[in-house]
């Protein structure tokens, strides 16, 4: 089945806890993205990368970094988080230039104490 | 990208069709309109899209105005199953940033 995969579904940690979310997509897709969702305020871009080795930053991507070693994987690293990255984060995927939609993760609710 | 303009909320009896409205005044020629749902926490899961033609899938029709500058989508026969938040999105495909933006979309809820 095609989809994309994060992992943990669930977390809760302390404030300055180094914590990787990884994401992993199975459809060779280019293009892949991380958002956070936090109340009022929608979804926001955080990174995303066009190919491997090629990341860039989102309109919010203070506090976090990714990585692109190999196409299907890009994991999201907070290497010290603070309890203003509490939030519901998605990763998604999508052929890059293809006139159709992402595939989005079921999402990790992230909870910095 | 485009802005878009979503009512906040709609109710939809169960079995009947959903219209949900989009205003896009803004759109540009090469923008495409993206629809977008989220159930609950879940990720948002892609509807369906068009530029200007009135388009038709399994799940649903958008019917986009001649002038560009609204559209509706349209669940023929609502189910509970059905109640989400739908997001309208106006975007340029290309091989730029492929980032969507949401709005704060409508809550619909299909009622018994």
């Known amino acids: 089945e095609a989809q994309v995969t994060q992992n943990p579904r669930y977390l809760i940690t302390v404030t300055g806890k180094k914590l990787t979310v990884t994401c992993s997509q199975n459809m060779n897709h280019e293009y892949m993205s991380w958002y956070r969702q936090d109340p009022g305020l929608g979804l926001r871009q955080i990174y995303y990368?066009?190919?491997?080795?090629?990341?860039d930053k989102g309109d919010v991507p203070e506090g976090y970094k990714v990585s692109r070693k190999e196409k299907r994987n890009f994991p999201l690293i907070l290497e010290s988080p603070s309890p203003n990255q509490t939030s519901l984060y998605f990763c998604?995927?999508?052929?890059?230039?293809?006139?159709?939609?992402?595939?989005f993760g079921s999402g990790t609710r992230l909870t910095v104490v | 990208d485009a802005k878009t303009t979503q009512p906040p909320s709609m109710d939809c009896a169960e079995g009947r069709a959903a219209n949900l409205p989009c205003n896009h005044s803004t759109i540009s020629g090469n923008e495409y309109v993206y629809w977008y749902r989220q159930i609950h926490s879940q990720g948002p899961q892609y509807i369906i899209h068009?530029?200007?033609n009135n388009e038709t899938n399994e799940m649903a029709s958008l019917i986009i105005t001649e002038d560009r500058k609204s559209s509706t989508l349209i669940l023929p026969h609502a189910t509970l199953r059905d109640t989400a938040v739908y997001y309208c999105?106006?975007?340029?495909?290309?091989?730029?940033?492929?980032?969507?933006?949401f709005g704060t979309g409508t809550r619909l809820t299909i009622i018994p």
């Open positions: 990368s066009m190919n491997v080795e090629v990341t």
């Open positions: 998604a995927s999508s052929f890059r230039g293809q006139m159709g939609g992402y595939t």
């Open positions: 999105i106006v975007r340029v495909d290309g091989f730029g940033n492929e980032k969507l933006t």
């Open positions: 068009g530029l200007k």
